[in-house]
Nanobody, 120 residues
Framework: QVQLVESGGGLVQPGGSLRLSCAASGSIFSIKTMGWYRQAPGKQRELVAAITGGGMTNYVDSVKGRFTISRDNAKNTVYLEMNSLNPNDTAVYYC??????????????WGQGTQVTVSS
């Protein structure tokens, strides 16, 4: 069984910063791409940022220059550093990872989501 547990969400004022963390645990053999998605009320879930096992990253245009994704492979953890937050960043943020469990094939796993609210 694999679990992704997110932390770090909350309420922040416009212009502020937050750091999200997502730790994967369980019978993990290997992890490929890890990413962060978000879903605002009434909108579809969108990819915010992703990072490959080799460290290559990509971002949605709206967060480029403000958000930074990173990972600690030894801890099976992915981070999202969010700066210069604005109300449009308000959403539930989900982490996601492509994981291979021992003696099994690759599957995509999701965290439970963490709320980020940007408001004065």
């Amino acid at each position: 069984q694999v679990q992704l547990v997110e932390s770090g969400g909350g309420l922040v004022q416009p212009g502020g910063s937050l750091r999200l963390s997502c730790a994967a645990s369980g019978s993990i053999f290997s992890i490929k791409t890890m990413g962060w998605y978000r879903q605002a009320p009434g909108k579809q879930r969108e990819l915010v940022a992703a990072i490959t096992g080799g460290g290559m990253t990509n971002y949605v245009d709206s967060v480029k220059g403000r958000f930074t994704i990173s990972r600690d492979n030894a801890k099976n953890t992915v981070y999202l550093e969010m700066n210069s937050l604005n109300p449009n960043d308000t959403a539930v943020y989900y982490c996601n990872a492509d994981i291979r469990v021992r003696y099994s094939s690759w599957s995509t796993y999701w965290g439970q989501g963490t709320q980020v609210t940007v408001s004065s």
